[in-house]
């Protein structure tokens, strides 16, 4: 065992060597919250707390795993496997494992994914005829996804006028009937969602009282990491579960609260001494992640939010260099100049790609990165896009072993009954599911009865329906005495699934048998682990893992090392060396939806916190003056927050310093949170309107678009001005007319020697003076 308090400051200390009762550790990035908590878990089963009365809630199931590790170095192994530590889905899912019963669900009820739950939603959207564009299957399912979040039942949204009223005004009047439909269907279908994974848990806490009890008793110690985030569902349960001991720690930060559009609810950490008695509050002022430049630059940005607790924070870390900012005229060069950049990084200070991160506002910004690191053949990984459980091939092959183990499963049992190929067809689908809703049946169980039953279906297609369900009871047999691997084996061979795929004779098919074979190996390394761990190798706790795994859990550690590419929302909690924030433009960053209040301006101010404090050693920030967004190339203005770091954390590389709009200062002077010194321009300058260019290609093409480009938006001409020669007299916005006497240097650095009349000789980098030939 090591000494672990010699690790902490001496404020950390005293939070986690804190006994008993409610307490909160509120405290800005990178001061060591998780740390304390993780010590604390240490420290109480350093003092004798059994493992297992003790619940840690975290962000992602890989930061459970770090902590854990962690913790197994002061109190050993077999201790810290006992822990109750992951997400509030991974453990509220295992707990309605063994307690859904009392809610009518099967202990092997599957979890559905959004893409699951988007297409039980088109299903039923389709079979009650409703316009599909008015009710979007995605949107449907947000909507549902807000009400159960804040706990509204069916019941609760017909009882609630102004619920009602608001989609009648939205032209969407049938929601609360597609929200009865799902919940029906889910539930005949064994299958819960991401969202009722809480608000089940919920139901069952409070229609039962002894398994309330139950669980309060187990769980004598609670903690909680990321508690800003926590959504209305996720705080009920925590409050019911910490009711009894009262042994609830929780830590946080407001300044980094940036998922308010999910449900989460900031005022639960502002609250928290309300909700509790006799709360000890810990505040931690050092940060240790990021040089001193990084710190002060991110506190004088929070700085200007006004809803927002008082809090310090310094570092002891050296000054380090300055966050360096980099304009680009298009996103494909905003790109390679993060590919160079790193390469460069790599070459002069021997870093790993490891060391890198790319955070982006959207993830449709990755594409224009991701080419320019292919082209540098830089290793990359994008953490967040479509996840290997994801892919097609694997959910069809996992769709399988869903509906082995729930043969409910209504989504898995549609995506394999005609796949492969069986004959199986739409029409007999569609009928399946009406009369199945007939019956209040699902579907598998109509299918075993059906020659009994009085079904539009001819004889030929019911015998391929009666063989396809002959073979899922055979496999259903077989996974009684196999591991997960030799069950996923065994059906991967009956099904010819891999030989369909390799006959296809594409490099795609390929691919996915590959990706197949990847998902075997998996199923392996489980088997592996779960038997030295002598833990269950079922399919089922395999498929358990694998609904609720994000592609951070995905990650294996004999990886080579990848730069990692995610969104700004995804790397909370985590920290690099190197990270570049990329798009830092009006409309993206802010993003553009959310500036028309106070409040999601702020929230949108905390996202651009949150990325700056996860750099170590050195921050970029970039931005293009155009890009393509909804297939248009539009022309982009430097976002606010730039003009919000104060200067003196900033190096500029391209020019002193970027242009920032008037109109963006007026609108902040309404919000109250620029003050007036601030305000560069007393009169508003008068700016070419903004002409959209529109265009179909995705890449950038300077040469063929010169002339019309430079005629509809003079704002945009100074791209262009490569065309300028010696001897042009061209006319400057400001300086007025002059004659270029000189060129030098070529693509972003291009310059010109000019006289003007009223000025004299100037030197300008042309991708920035804005110029004409006359
Ligand atoms: P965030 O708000 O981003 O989640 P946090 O407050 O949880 O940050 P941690 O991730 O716990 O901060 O700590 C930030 C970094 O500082 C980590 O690398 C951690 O190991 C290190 N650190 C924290 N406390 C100390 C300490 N007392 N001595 C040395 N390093 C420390
Ligand atoms: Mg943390």
């Not at 019911?240 to 300044?255: K, M």
């Not at 100037?762 to 004409?772: E, I, M, P, V």
Request: aromatic share 10%; with cysteine; glycine share 4%.
């Amino acid at each position: 065992m090591n000494n672990y308090l010699e690790n902490l400051n001496e404020s950390q200390r005293e939070a986690v060597l804190h006994k008993e009762g409610p307490m909160i550790i509120i405290a800005g990035a990178g001061s060591g919250k998780t740390r304390v908590l993780t010590y604390r878990i240490a420290n109480l089963m350093h003092n004798n707390i059994d493992a297992f009365n003790i619940l840690a809630l975290t962000f992602t199931n890989k930061a459970a795993r770090e902590m854990k590790s962690r913790i197994a170095d002061v109190v050993g192994d077999s201790e810290a496997k006992n822990l109750w530590m992951g997400t509030f889905h991974s453990v509220f899912a295992r707990i309605l494992r063994s307690e859904g019963h009392h809610l009518g669900f099967p202990s092997n009820f599957t979890i559905y994914d959004t893409q699951d739950a988007v297409r039980l939603i088109s299903s039923i959207i389709k079979e009650m005829q409703l316009d599909k564009d008015r009710y979007k299957p995605k949107q449907v399912l947000s909507r549902i996804s807000s009400f159960k979040n804040s706990l509204i039942t069916v019941k609760s949204y017909y009882s609630n006028p102004d619920l009602l009223e608001a989609d009648k005004i939205a032209q969407r009047p049938k929601i609360g009937e597609i929200y009865q439909q799902y919940v029906n269907r889910c539930f005949k279908s064994g299958a819960m969602d991401f969202d009722d994974l809480l608000l089940r848990t919920n139901e069952l806490l409070t229609r039962f009282p002894e398994v309330l009890a139950k669980y309060q008793q187990r769980f004598k110690y609670i903690l909680v990491d990321e508690y800003q985030d926590t959504n209305h569902s996720q705080y009920l349960i925590v409050r019911a579960l910490a009711d009894r001991f009262q042994n609830i720690c929780v830590v946080g930060d407001d300044s980094q609260s940036i998922y308010s559009f999910r449900g989460a609810n900031i005022q639960n950490i502002l609250n928290f001494q309300r909700d509790y008695e006799k709360v000890s509050i810990f505040k931690l002022e050092q940060n240790y992640r990021s040089s001193r430049n990084i710190v002060d630059a991110s506190n004088s940005i929070i700085q200007r939010n006004r809803t927002k607790l008082d809090k310090q924070i310094w570092t002891a870390n050296n000054e380090g260099t300055k966050i360096k900012v980099m304009r680009t005229f298009t996103e494909a060069e905003e790109g390679r100049f993060i590919a160079n950049s790193i390469f460069d990084n790599k070459l002069n200070l021997q870093l790993k790609n490891s060391e890198f991160a790319i955070l982006y506002r959207t993830n449709a910004q990755s594409r224009a990165i991701e080419d320019a690191l292919r082209k540098k053949d830089i290793k990359y990984k994008i953490y967040g896009g479509l996840s290997f459980y994801q892919r097609k091939e694997i959910k069809d092959t996992l769709a399988y072993l869903r509906l082995l183990i729930n043969p409910n499963d209504e989504e898995a049992l549609k995506r394999v009954i005609n796949y492969p190929a069986r004959g199986i067809g739409a029409t007999t689908i569609d009928k399946l599911t009406v009369a199945a809703n007939h019956y209040k049946k699902s579907i598998f169980e109509l299918l075993l009865t059906l020659n009994q039953l009085d079904i539009n279906i001819n004889a030929g297609t019911k015998t391929k329906l009666i063989n396809f369900v002959t073979m899922m009871q055979h496999f259903q047999i077989e996974a009684q005495t196999k591991n997960a691997f030799e069950v996923a084996e065994f059906v991967i061979k009956q099904t010819r699934l891999i030989k369909d795929l390799e006959s296809d004779g594409t490099p795609e098919g390929v691919s996915k048998v590959e990706n197949i074979q990847e998902l075997l190996n998996g199923l392996k390394d489980f088997v592996d682990v779960q038997k030295e761990n002598e833990e269950e190798d079922s399919l089922a706790f395999f498929l358990e893992d694998v609904a609720l795994a994000t592609d951070f859990d995905s990650e294996k550690k004999d990886d080579i090392p990848r730069v990692s590419l995610m969104t700004i929302h995804l790397a909370k909690g985590l920290e690099y060396p190197y990270v570049y924030i990329v798009g830092l433009e009006e409309n993206l960053f802010p993003s553009a939806m959310s500036m028309n209040t106070r409040s999601e301006l702020e929230e949108e101010r905390r996202l651009f916190y949150v990325a700056l404090t996860r750099a170590e050693k050195q921050a970029y920030l970039t931005y293009a003056q155009t890009r393509y967004r909804w297939g248009k190339l539009v022309d982009c203005e430097p976002s606010r927050f730039l003009e919000e770091i104060d200067e003196k954390y900033l190096e500029y590389l391209t020019v002193k310093k970027p242009s920032f709009s008037q109109n963006k200062f007026i609108n902040e002077d309404i919000f109250g949170s620029v003050p007036q010194h601030k305000i560069r321009f007393k009169k508003p300058i008068q700016r070419p309107p903004k002409k959209v260019i529109k265009q179909q290609k995705t890449e950038f093409n300077p040469p063929k678009n010169l002339k019309k480009v430079s005629k509809s938006t003079p704002n945009a001409s100074n791209l262009f001005d490569s065309k300028i020669a010696v001897s042009n007299i061209v006319e400057h916005s400001k300086f007025g007319k002059g004659e270029v006497l000189s060129l030098e240097g070529s693509g972003a650095n291009k310059k010109a020697e000019i006289r003007f009349a009223s000025v004299g000789v100037k030197k300008l980098l042309l991708q920035f003076a804005k110029l004409r030939i006359i």
